[in-house]
Structures are given as C-alpha cells and as structure tokens.
C-alpha cells in the first residue's frame, strides 16, 4: 500500500483501502457493510477524528464515491458500517461486493451530534425507512453509556413491513425494559402477523405523545416526513432548538471545495451534516 | 531609485530566468484562442490584449487533473499518485484581475483540508503582472473594489511605460525578489513614469448588493427568474471564471486500473446538484443563476471576507447569450435602492 | 415603414390581443453591436424588440426549454429561415406543437432585412425549399475548401488542434435547438459512454458524437459557432455532416413539420436489409 502523505502533506482526496468483513441485506435493495480499515495508521486517524454523525464517502475504485453516513457509533471505532439503498452506478456497485472485497472509504467528514449536550435528559428518536442508519448511529451511542440518559424512546416507521432496516436490532430493542420501542408501517404495508402500528410516522408520534420536558429529540428520514414529524413535534410542546437532524445532498469532494453541496450559504460538508430544526428552518428551503 | 525592466531585454530575462530552473509562462494567441503557455522567446507573447481569452487558473486548476492511478488486485488496491511534478514556474504576463483571482480562491482550496494540488503550483509559482493601461467596457474590477494596478496576487508588478518600451518593476514578494534577483544585471534604474493606470468606470453598488442578496425576503424574490430567462445553462462563464472552483470526480479506466480525475464541473449545469433518487435542490435555471451569483457575491465573502470574482468581465465577454453577472449586480444595485 | 417598426407593432397587437402569451424576439445587448433574448409579456414591451442585421442568434431552443409550452397558450417568436427549419425539426420530433407557435420570421439578403410572409410552421414550406440550394459564405467555402484540400492526416492533425482548445463547457449543445435531452448522452454515467474530461480522447468523443446526433438534424444556423468560448470551427463539422445526408440521402432537414428525420425512421424499400 502506497504512502498517503507526500513532504507531510496529506492527499485529502487519496481514500482509505477498506476490507468487507460483513454483509447484511436489510431491506429490498438496502444492504449494510461493515468495513474494516487495511492500514492501521488510517485506522488511528478515524479512531482518533471520528464522532457520531459524521459521513464518509464509500467508493469502488472505477465507479466513483458516494456519500453516507457512518451507521456505527463513536462508542464502536474498530470498524466501520454502513447502510445504503441500490440506486445508482456507485450503490449498485458496493451492493455487489461482498466479504472479502475491498472498497474505499474517505473521512470521517462533517460535524456531530452533541452528544454530552444529552446528558441526563430522555432522548426521543424518530427515524423514517431509509433514514434509520444515522439515528441508528446516535441510539447505539447513547444505549453504550446507557446510564447517563433519562427515558429513550424510539420512534420508527417504514413503508411496509419488509422495508424496515435493522430488523435484528428493532427486536433488541423491543425486548429491552430500558427502551420504548415504537413501530409502524405505512397504512397498507403491514403484513398479517404485524404485531405494532399502522400509520404514518408523524400521527403516530402523536398518538405516542412522548413529553417535550427534558427532552432531546433526533429526527431523521425523507423531506416530507421530516416537515410534518416537525409540525407534530411542535403540537407537542418541543422547541426546534432541541430537535437534531440530518440534512443530506450531492457530494463528491466531502471537504468543502467542489461547490455543490450548499444549502443556502451552508455547505453541509463542513456545517453540517447534523442541524437543529431551528437552524434548518433559517435555511432558505428553496434551496433544499 | 524605482528600476525599469527594457522591453528588448526580455529575451534576456527568459534565458537567465531557464538557467535558473524557471519554466517561463505568458499569454500566447496562437489558434484563435489566447491562453496561458510555456514560452521560449518574448515574441511569442502577446501582452497587447486587453487579457486573454483563457484565465490563470487554467495553471493551478487544470480542467481536467489525474490525481491517482489505482490497480485493482485480488488482496490489495495499489494506487499511485499524480501531485504536480515540483517544477518552478515564472508567469510573465498575467492581468491585475487574473492574479487576484488566484488569491481569492487560496483560502477556499485551504479550508481546513488542504488541496494538494492547488498548493504544489502556487507554491512553485511566481506570478508577474502587468497593469492594465486600457479596459474594454466589460472590465469591472473597479466594482469589485480591485484596480486595473491591483497587487492582490502578484508577486511582481510592472507598470508599462511609454512608447511601449518597458516597465516600471515593483516588488511585492519575497517570491517575486528571488524571481528578480535572478535579472537584476538586466534591470535599470530610472525615476521613470509610468502610464497611468485604465479609467474602469464603477458599474455597481457591490454593498448594496450583499445587503439585498443577504436579505432572506428576496432569495425568493421573482427577480431571479427574470433576469436569468435568457440563460441556456452552459458553463462558460464558469469555466471562463478565475475564481470558479466546482469540480466533479470521473474514474477513467477499464475493470482493474485506471485514473481518478479532477474535472471542471459548473453550478449553471442542469444536473450538478441532481440526487441519485430524482430530487434536484437546483431544478430551475433561475435556482441555478441566483446560486452563482449569491456564492460569489454572498455566501464567499462571509465565509473568506472576498468576493469571489475579480471582476474581468470574461463571463459577460464571452457569454453565448449576453448574459454575465455585470447586468444582474447592476439590477440589484438599482433594486436596493 | 421599416421592418422593426411593423414588427414591433405586430407583437404589440399579438399580445394585446391575447393571442399570445409571450413573444421571443431580440432586443439590445450589453454593447451596441450585441442582441440579446428578449422575452415579453405585455404590448407596452414591444417597443424594446430590435429586428436588425445583428440579430442573429436562433431563438427557437428557447420554445423546448422548461415547460414554456406546457399550458397549450401560444407563444410568438422572432425566427429567421433556419429557425423556421428547427421547429419544423422540433415538431416532428415530437418536441413541440407546432400550432401553438406564431413566427414572425425574417431573412437576411446580403444585409437588408425583409419580413417573410406567414405565421405559421406550414406557411413557409416554399421557402425552406430554396435554401436546400443556398448553403454557404464565400468565407466558409474558402475554409470548407481549404480543410478538404488536406490530406487525411493533416485533416486529423487540423482537428486533434482545434478539439485541443474544447473545455467542455457544453455551449454549443445547450444553445443548439436540436440538443434539447434532458439527460444528454454525456450525463450518463451507467455506463459513461463519453467521458468529461477535456483530453484528446475526451474532446473528440463528445466533439463527434455531438456531430453524428446532430447528422440529418442541423440547421446550421451557426449558434454552436459563436457560442464556442474557445473559437473552435463547429460549424465547419455540421456542414460537413449536412452534406453528406444531403448526398447519401437527399435529405433537408427542417422542410415540413411532418418530415420523418433521416436517421431515425426506415422505409419497407431502403437499399439496407438490416441498419447495419
């Protein structure tokens, strides 16, 4: 393996060598890897820079890089997952590899989510479908150092039953006493023996009505459930100061130098990914 | 005692300049386009243009840049890296607007990361420039608060003299006293005059224009959509543009080895923010023409305290449709009023 | 009356009337010797069209481009012959209805303007048949000569210099009115049949894949020419092409809004058993 630096200074667009060393099939056309680095000084620099909800961009040499979240907590540094729908050249062509492959990985980039801030507060997070992967990343933080959290609910939903990610882990949880679990799925996307909720994620929050006091709410999934799981979140009493989510767009660069990832004069690369609903709502949404 | 550099030394300049290891770099027009190339001997430069037709960053920001070549094997990716090659560069030649230019967009290719690529050939080059003594009525680097003598940039500056016979040289760098220091048997000392520098009329209100483009009432405002009817979505004015730095990364090669490439890429492209799921943030020409204009005139400056044009008016000279960011700055300007 | 007078009240009386909803014609520039796409919605705007010698861009691109004509109103445009040509192209490729298009069309005779007679796409089929004769300036023809004189590999040579210049900036496909996919063949990327980068290989894939899309469909109205921020001879290619369908084919583009496009229909007789 070549050397990263040349005279000391780093090729910030040179990826790391990944090993697949895990391959899960979550949903139809969703797959998780987990990737564990080759060279052990990369390693270092992720141990040492990564935090909860930064991003990497995970690539195939000859195809391209593409941009998601680390779905692994800052609490579990010795590997890296993460967690993507098959939509296009590059996701279609990490959905192929397979153990024992090698991919590559560029970050950890971005900013995190606060999570001392959470301290001794309940902790409420509401995930849509595809959306699980980054609050997935924060739940398993918090439920790593469990004791220093009030109440955690989590709030999740999908389309149908088979689209829910993370199935494995949804059952850990719901057998967990220290966790309200809440599922549901789409009207008309249960299955017979679907044993939790129907309806659209916000309603069911409502439904749920978990209590703004003291709380942190994290929030992520597709626009349109975010503006009306913000509408309900507001019904109940949360201040959008105290609701985190995570905002995403077209990347290549990652480092705040391509020019195409700007919300408004935010470029989510470097200010984000990870917001408050106040500080999105200063976004101008003609823009997003 | 201020010392002149003799037009007919020039050929000198260049000789002891390659000796000292410099590789020289001028504005050439050969072909129908001007553009910045590797020169010989001082007639094939042609200092006479208003400014040539392709910018300065075409020497640090390449369209198009191998970064790395990588071989896909069974156990192990082996990737070699293309960095420029360490080779000292003199640029004899370079507008006020262009040098500038390099300068604005130093600290966007160093935010926190630093881009390799960008900092190898600035780092190797000394840029000479030479003052402007006549403008076209697209020139606007007085509106961007510049000057047709502007230092931003530069490591050298001459002024021209009359009768075209030389320059008056200012220093302005240590990288520009070494680069003079290697032709200073060459230089005179004269108390000579200078010409003076192009009278470039102020076209607009740049204050009033980040006032208004900061205004978040008027990001939705239905003069994005008029001014910016008549634009086709190409991307000369941004390819033209020194300061325009977009770029996209394309994996050239077959199944077990190839390139990655560092390629131009423009905001005004219909697809260039396009989500692999079908949302486009930017789906509209006019989204696209007010993010240009807001990057550079709203958004650069609050994060870099620069606005990232320099005011050379390439966008508009060269524009299919007429179109250029002077028209709209001045729209604005008459809107803040 | 000159002719930027009668057709300054003509577009004031279209839009009065309600007619139509906006009209495209030419009005000043940055400089005095430039136009510029002036798009107008009320009759008091007329008096701002320029109907001169140096109004010369194509305006028909502007008819495809982001739902102008989705609500079915008409729309009047400012077209000299090859523009009739294009929405004549535009139609039988589907693009457009050709009924909802009013021309105020206009020629240029050696530098005085006359208006041509008609409003509609259907109007001017005599017209278009002229031009099949008329093709080039003496300038062009000393260029067009000056290329076929070379050989083969001066020819390569000529070109590989000329695409060198290429910056990818897409200019002349997006003013083009032929070049209006919305994903066009370089925006792919599975697979990436033409590469973005502006290197020899790069720029001659995209410089003649262009040329062959564009094969049978140009009008050479000469919009990719000075669009060309890098001065490459654009045209020249086009010409070329159109010669050739011209000789291989007996084919005009642009003569009827029903003319089924050369490369892209077959007939039971074609010589051809198969496309290859």
């Not at chain 1, 059952?171 to 023996?193: A, C, H, K, M, Y």
């Not at chain 3, 930027?4 to 520039?29: F, P």
């Amino acid at each position: 393996m070549t050397d990263n630096t040349q005279n000391g200074q780093e090729n910030i667009y040179r990826p790391a060598i990944m090993n697949v060393v895990g391959k899960r099939d979550e949903a139809p056309g969703v797959k998780t890897l987990r990737l564990e680095f080759q060279d052990p000084v990369e390693h270092e620099r992720f141990r040492q820079t990564y935090r909860t909800g930064m991003f990497g961009l995970y690539g195939i040499f000859g195809e391209g890089e593409s941009t998601f979240c680390v779905a692994s907590p800052e609490t579990r540094k010795e590997y890296i997952e993460c967690t993507f729908r098959q939509s296009g050249r590059v996701t279609s062509s990490l959905a192929s590899a397979e153990v024992g492959d090698l991919v590559t990985y560029r970050g950890p980039y971005g900013n995190r989510f606060p999570i001392e801030e959470f301290y001794g507060k309940n902790l409420l997070f509401i995930a849509g479908g595809i959306a699980l992967p980054p609050t997935r990343s924060v739940i398993w933080s918090c439920l790593d150092q469990r004791d220093k959290f009030g109440r955690v609910t989590i709030v999740y939903g999908a389309r149908t039953v088979a689209d829910l990610v993370y199935k494995h882990e949804l059952e850990e949880w719901q057998n967990r006493s220290d966790i309200e679990l809440v599922l549901t799925v789409d009207p008309g996307g249960e299955s017979p023996d679907w044993q939790h909720r129907v309806g659209f994620v916000p309603s069911v929050l409502e439904e749920a009505a978990p209590s703004p006091d003291n709380c942190v709410a994290v929030l992520c999934g597709p626009p349109v459930m975010i503006k009306f799981t913000l509408i309900s979140l507001g019904k109940l009493g949360f201040n959008e100061e105290h609701v985190y989510t995570t905002l995403e767009n077209r990347m290549k660069c990652g480092v705040g130098k391509c020019g195409r990832c700007n919300v408004g004069s935010v470029y989510i690369c470097k200010e984000g990914p990870v917001f408050t609903a106040a500080e999105v709502a200063r976004m101008p949404a003609g823009d997003l | 005692m201020t010392k002149i550099l003799l037009r007919d030394r020039l050929d000198d300049c260049i000789t002891r300049w390659h000796a000292a290891g410099f590789e020289v770099i001028g504005p050439v027009s050969k072909n129908n386009i001007s553009q910045f190339a590797a020169i010989e001997k001082a007639d094939e430069l042609d200092l006479g243009a208003i400014l040539p037709g392709r910018t300065l960053k075409d020497l640090f920001f390449p369209q198009t840049e191998p970064m790395f070549r990588y071989r896909i094997g069974k156990q192990q990716i082996d990737t070699e890296e293309y960095l420029p090659p360490e080779r000292q560069r003199i640029v004899f030649g370079a507008r006020p607007c262009d040098a500038s230019a390099m300068a604005i967009d130093d600290p966007l290719f160093g935010w926190d990361y630093k881009d390799s690529y960008w900092f190898r050939r600035r780092n190797e080059t000394v840029i000479v420039t030479i003052a402007c003594t006549a403008a076209d009525e697209f020139c606007m680097c007085t509106s961007l608060k510049l000057a047709p003598d502007s230092t931003l940039g530069s490591d050298i500056l001459l002024r021209p003299l009359e009768g075209n016979r030389g320059w008056l040289v200012e220093e302005l760098s240590q990288r520009g006293s070494e680069a003079l220091s290697r032709i200073e048997a060459l230089l005179e000392k004269e108390a000579a005059k200078p010409l003076p520098p192009a009278d470039v009329p102020v076209k607009f209100d740049l204050e009033a224009c980040r006032e208004w483009l900061q205004n978040p009432e008027n990001f939705e405002s239905h003069f994005w959509k008029e001014i910016s009817m008549r634009c086709i979505g190409c991307g000369t004015c941004t390819f033209l543009c020194p300061t325009c730095h977009c770029f996209d990364f394309q994996d050239e090669g077959d199944t077990y080895t190839g390139i990655r490439r560092k390629n131009w890429d423009s905001c005004s492209f219909a697809l260039f923010t396009m989500h692999t799921s079908g949302h486009n943030p930017r789906s509209t020409q006019s989204a696209r023409w007010r993010q240009r204009i807001m990057h550079k005139f709203n958004y650069f400056p609050g994060k870099f305290s620069l606005n990232s044009c320099s005011g050379c008016g390439r966008c508009t000279r060269e524009c299919p449709v007429d179109m250029g960011i002077t028209e709209t700055l001045q729209e604005i300007t008459k809107l803040s009023k | 009356m000159s002719i930027q007078e009668q057709y300054r009240k003509r577009a004031a009386e279209l839009l009065a009337s309600g007619e139509v909803k906006i009209i495209i014609g030419y009005g000043a520039g940055s400089t005095p010797d430039r136009r510029r796409a002036l798009f107008i919605r009320s009759a008091e705007d007329a008096g701002l069209l320029q109907v001169d010698q140096a109004c010369d861009a194509n305006l028909s691109g502007y008819l495809v481009s982001e739902g102008l004509l989705s609500d079915r109103k008409k729309v009047g445009i400012f077209l000299r012959p090859e523009g009739i040509r294009s929405v004549n192209i535009l139609a039988a490729e589907s693009q457009l209805d050709p009924l909802q298009i009013v021309i105020l069309g206009f020629s240029d005779e050696n530098g005085s303007l006359t208006p041509l007679q008609g409003s509609s796409v259907s109007d001017f089929s005599a017209l278009i048949s002229t031009l099949k004769e008329r093709r080039s300036t003496p300038e062009e023809q000393e260029l067009v000569e000056k290329i076929e004189g070379m050989t083969p590999e001066e020819r390569f040579a000529f070109w590989q210099a000329e695409f060198a210049k290429c910056i990818k900036c897409y200019a002349c496909r997006q003013v083009c009115p032929m070049c209006y996919c919305k994903r066009c063949i370089v925006d792919n990327n599975q697979p990436q049949w033409v590469q973005t980068s502006s290197h020899t290989l790069g720029n001659f894939e995209w410089n003649l894949v262009r040329a062959f899309h564009l094969s049978g469909r140009c009008v050479e109205c000469g919009g990719c020419d000075r669009a060309c921020p890098v001065n490459i001879p654009l045209r020249l290619i086009n010409r070329r092409m159109a010669q050739e369908v011209l000789e291989a084919f007996d084919y005009f583009s642009g003569m009827s809004h029903t003319q089924e496009p050369v490369l892209a229909s077959f007939k039971k007789d074609d010589p051809e058993t198969f496309i290859l």
